[in-house]
């Protein structure tokens, strides 16, 4: 599975999303290059969704980043549906959620849902009918009034992602979406996210620093370890579409943490 | 609440007043007395002095009481029009003013707008925008004058360029900052979304540098108010505030000159504050206000 893709051959099948052949990036620092990425190969199926776990400075954000044509590779290829991530960008091909929901403060939560559809052009009452979608898609309708800083973190979250789904992508980057909040809201909203995946036929890649999360929401996992980043494992998940929290229990569930969590111990000793 | 807010203001108001007449009192004794060796008189008790020192015709510190009594004589008792009214001064000084904020502003904004685009003029106008604010203003108020009057441009506007000149620098120096506020996160987004640089500029930098906007507007009218007067005092004889202080210190009419003094901060405080009302309003559209 974690075979180098030959990209020129055709392979890229309208079912593949994201291919990543040999892809290396280094960033120049004030200490001199530090390689933040190193031999990374990945194909991801359209619908997939698929979670980047690993300890801090594994170059998991910097690997979500490269994808979306917010950092450059130093070497290898990216493609995604076929494009270079730049074509991708300009074709409007993802959404990205960031680790904070990044709402503007002057705009209230239906204005920040309409930014994207406001610079790419949509009309206004395209606008306002695909708003209205994407606040019932996060369960916010009836806040659209509100400004961020009357809502509470789990909320702003919900609408940054209303945000990035709103102009309808095939591909969602999240970047630790939940990272900043507790555990039951966390909870609630990894519950909402699967939902909203399986209604809407995404296509998922997900920064995580949680195993049950990455577990729990998962059809695949990307163990990465650091210094420099790589893929040190890639786990199956088969969980059915419609699971509930409640699969956390199994011993099914149990066992691919546990295997997660071997993965990243592995993936950390070669570091000192 | 109202009284809570209320008194810490009337205490510091009054503190404030009881310390200038103790300073009239101290710094008029020693004139008061001559005027009376003078006079031959010899038989004047304490509180004689104190309150001859109040009264003078020209004291050195005039009492509060005697800048309101000029305030209230050249304000409502003078006809606008006369140019012994303090209106008929402050209302050259604010045409001034407003056209010097206005030149000023537009500059310090273009110029910021400027920097924010273009990186290699950050580095080569920042210091000539900076060096242009170490020169004395008072040295520089008169060349203006000159340099404008060989191009037959006289009256107002050689007062509001100078004003300008005071007012375009912090408008440029708070607008940069404003327009560089967003964070690494909202220009991300706009580059997610493929935005070009005219959109992120409207819908993020813009509206992200509202609070700073009126910061340096505040600024900006104070300077260019401060710029107006010192133009009127370079060239005295088209009227104006600054022109009353000149006409006061020329004839030791202290009285005359506090009381320009104090237009004079009236009409900043004013303008201060229309803009304070200008950023509350747009802050509560922009949902700043909580």
Known sequence: MLSPLAINEKAADSARVIDIAGLSLSFTTADGPVQALSGINLAVERGQFISFIGPSGCGKTTLLRAIADLETPSAGVIRVNGMSPQQARANRAYGYVFQAPALYPWRNVERNIALPLEIMGYPKADRQARVARGLDLVNLTGFGKKFPWQLSGGMQQRASIARALSFDPDLLLMDEPFGALDEIVRDKLNEQLLRLWDVTKKTVLFVTHSIPEAVFLSTRIVVMSPRPGRIHDVIECGFPRDRTLDIRETPQFLEVANRVRHGLREGHSYED | ?290
């Open chain 2, 1 to 290: 609440m109202r009284i809570d807010r209320a008194l810490p203001v009337t205490i510091i108001v009054a503190a404030l007043i009881a310390i200038w007449y103790v300073g009239a009192i101290f710094m008029n004794t020693p004139l008061q007395r001559d005027f009376y060796a003078n006079a031959g008189r010899t038989d004047y008790s304490a509180a004689d002095l104190a309150l001859a020192d109040l009264n003078m015709d020209r004291p050195k510190l005039p009492a509060p009481h005697q800048i309101v009594a000029e305030l209230d004589k050249t304000v409502l008792e003078t006809a606008p029009t006369s140019k012994r009214s303090l209106v008929y001064h402050a209302l050259i000084t604010l045409q001034e003013t407003l056209l010097g904020f206005a030149i000023g502003s537009t500059l310090g904004i273009g110029l910021a707008i400027l920097i924010v685009n273009l990186k290699v003029l950050e580095k080569s106008l920042m210091p000539w925008i900076v060096a242009s604010q170490t020169i004395p203003i008072i040295a520089l108020a008169p060349m203006i004058v000159v340099i404008l009057n060989q191009f037959d441009i006289t009256g107002v506007i050689p007062k509001a360029v100078i004003a300008a000149y005071l007012s375009f620098f912090p408008v440029t120096v708070g607008m940069v900052k404003g327009l560089r506020s967003p964070d690494p996160l909202q220009l991300d987004l706009m580059r997610t979304y493929c935005a070009t640089r005219a959109q992120t500029f409207l819908k993020l930098r813009a509206p992200a540098s509202a609070p700073f906007f009126f910061a340096s507007m505040k600024i900006g009218v104070a300077a260019a108010l401060v710029g107006a007067v010192v133009a009127e005092v370079t060239k005295s004889e088209d009227g104006g505030l600054g022109a009353r202080l000149l006409a006061g210190s020329y004839y030791g009419q202290t009285v005359q000159i506090w009381a320009a003094l104090f237009a004079a901060a009236a009409l900043s405080a004013t303008l201060v504050g229309l803009i304070g009302v200008a950023d509350r309003i747009v802050s509560r559209r922009m949902g700043f206000a909580r």
